[in-house]
Every structure is written in C-alpha cells, then in structure tokens.
C-alpha cells in the first residue's frame, strides 16, 4: 500500500477520519509518516487528492482528507473467470483490480470443482477485501463490480450476447492458432478477456465463447496457471492497444 484507500463512511464532514489497525500500522512502519506530512489519498469510488497527519501514535493515525470531486472513470476492461481454487480466486481479484478491470465475472465451467462454490471466497465480503488489496497496491480508486454466473451454457447463450461486453473479445486457450503478437489493437478501448481453470476449457467452451464473439488468442503453447496466464495476457494485450 503505497496510499491511503478510504470508505467514505470514513470520513466525517470535514473529511477527518481516524485510522486504526493494519493502515494505522502501514503509516507508522512503512510509510513512516509523521505528524504534518501529507500523504496520496482516495475514496473507494471518489476523490483523489491527499491526506496530512494531524496526531499520530501507538494506537490511532488521525489524518484530514483533500480530495477532488470527481474520481477516476470506470476501467473498461471486463475479466471473465472460471471460479479456480479459494486461495487463487482471491489472489486472481487482487490481481484484476491492480491490473485495471472494472468488471470480473465468475463462472462455472467443467474443470471447475462444485465445492470451490461453497467456500468462503466467494464471500463478498472477502472478494472486496481481495479487489482492496490489488487497488491499494497499484494507486486505483475503482472498485470492480463482480458478478456469478452459475452455468456455463446459459452465460454463453443467453447471457453473453445481450451482455454490455467490448467488442474486442478475447479467450486463452494455448492450441489456439492466433497469438497474441499477431493481433493489431492498436486504438482499442476496452477488451473483455476470459480465462479458463488450471487445465483450460474444454474445445466444447471455447467454441461457444467464440460464437459470442471471443477469439482465441495464445501465449505460447505451454498452459500456464491461471494467475501467471492473467499477468501474461493483460499485459500483452496492454502493450499491443498501446501502440500508435
């Protein structure tokens, strides 16, 4: 965490709010703030702007926010996800928000175990915690929205083609024959990008992501783990939109 990411409950009228715990503990040890210094600030979904120390010791960090009205737009990018294990998905959030999806969509395709369903990651409670975390880390005021689709064919017959997806479609699957260095995306906005389990989709589940308009796209023949392929992929297709 490299700022403070505030709730707006947080602050009060005169957008003070007093900082207790693991933040409390971060602005004392790490970023070795004292009293006076100000500090890069933002409301989840607000302003952007600063923070000063007002008083600061072993149990509080009482700080006074300065924030702009209007905050960051919302990214663009959609992340479609097969629900992988607890620990990953949690891990896969964290990554998704620092990497800039406004949106990520879960889903249940047919390498994924039913009990990954039942478990606590799928929480809201600890995917926001989660989508926090990668948001502190990387400086973002957007909290991705997450939703759950609980069957794979009805999200790709009925969901997707009346879904507000971006035209650019894209999904991993490593026997693809189009890589990611043939594509020309330069000027694209936003991009959706779907993500299969460790193990990949099955052929029948690319083919119906590519009849809603998903390419498929290839790194590299080796399959990758879905956090490593996430990182690869994201940034790839963000170099390539990059380019003039």
Partial sequence: MNFLLLETHELDAAGRCRLVGRRAEHVRTVLRAQQGDTLRAAVVDGGVGVARV????AEAVDVRCELAADGEPVPADTLLLAVPRPKVLLRILAHAAALGFGRVVLFRSWRVEKSHLGSEAMRPSQQRAALLAGMEQTGRTRLP??????LFKPMAEDWLPAADLPAARFVAHPPATTPTSALDLAGVGGMALALGPDGGFLPYEVDKLAAAGFLPVTCGARPLRTETALAVLKGQ???LRARG
Avoid: G, W
């Fill in 145 to 150: 929205s997450v939703v759950f689709q609980p």
């Fill in 54 to 57: 007002e008083r600061i010791d």
């Fill in 237 to 239: 297709l963000d170099v």
